[in-house]
């Protein structure tokens, strides 16, 4: 059974660090691109990060370029995300997917059920 | 980059009816385009992708068709486990969603 397990929320300061953590699990981890999404209290869906199976081509949303990174640890079946110099408009529930690639397009087929990292002083 | 509108941004309905949402890329995506439903406290699920592929495991009411940039999501007899929030997403340039279209109990 194919699983993704966030971890690692919380309350946290403004300008401050957070790493969040995604244990997979049921599947080839080493395989497939793995995506963080999230989503603001009341906002929809933002993409805001991904990493291509081996690690070495990373891609990020503009409003998270430069502070966030994303990394894994194949041997470890983890998906990582650092966070540096937090804003309150980081607040949300963060979750991971699963990347499967279909002849020119991908969409991301196993979510976990996300850990939410508030952003307050 | 590419900018998705979704509408309607909700909607309320009663179990048995048809359900359409519609989503419009800024720009020609192809059929480069997903939709997914999320409900409260849940994993977001995808339901379709390449336009009108059909996820496997999906019900078969579920539906999406349309190409570069005008596509659908139709509901053909909504059920009560399909109350919640629907979101396009587009995966030609930034893997940008949609602002979601609530479903909700008439």
């Known amino acids: 059974q194919i699983q993704v397990v966030e971890s690692g929320g919380g309350v946290v300061q403004p300008g401050k660090s957070l790493r969040l953590s995604c244990a997979a699990s049921g599947f080839t981890f080493s395989s497939f691109g793995m995506h963080w999404v999230r989503q603001a209290p009341g906002k929809g869906l933002e993409w805001v990060a991904v990493?291509?199976?081996?690690?070495?081509?990373?891609y990020y949303a503009d409003s998270v370029q430069g502070r966030f990174t994303i990394s894994r640890d194949n041997s470890k079946n983890t998906l990582y995300l650092q966070m540096d110099s937090l804003r309150a408009d980081d607040t949300a529930v963060y979750y991971c997917a699963r990347d499967i690639i279909y002849g020119s397009g991908t969409y991301f087929d196993s979510w976990g059920q996300g850990t939410l990292v508030t952003v307050s002083s | 980059d590419v900018q998705m509108t979704q509408s309607p941004s909700s909607l309320s309905a009663s179990v048995g009816d048809r359900v359409t949402i519609t989503c419009q890329a800024s720009q020609n995506i192809n059929t480069h385009l997903n939709w997914y439903q999320h409900k409260p406290g849940k994993a977001p699920k995808v339901l379709v992708y390449a336009a009108s592929s059909l996820q496997s495991g999906v019900p078969s009411r579920f539906s999406g068709s349309g190409s570069g940039t005008d596509f659908t999501l139709t509901i053909s007899s909504l059920q009560p486990e399909d109350f919640a929030t629907y979101y396009c997403q587009e995966t030609f340039n930034t893997l940008t969603f949609g602002p979601g279209t609530k479903v909700d109990i008439k």
């Open positions: 990493i291509w199976y081996n690690g070495i081509n990373k």
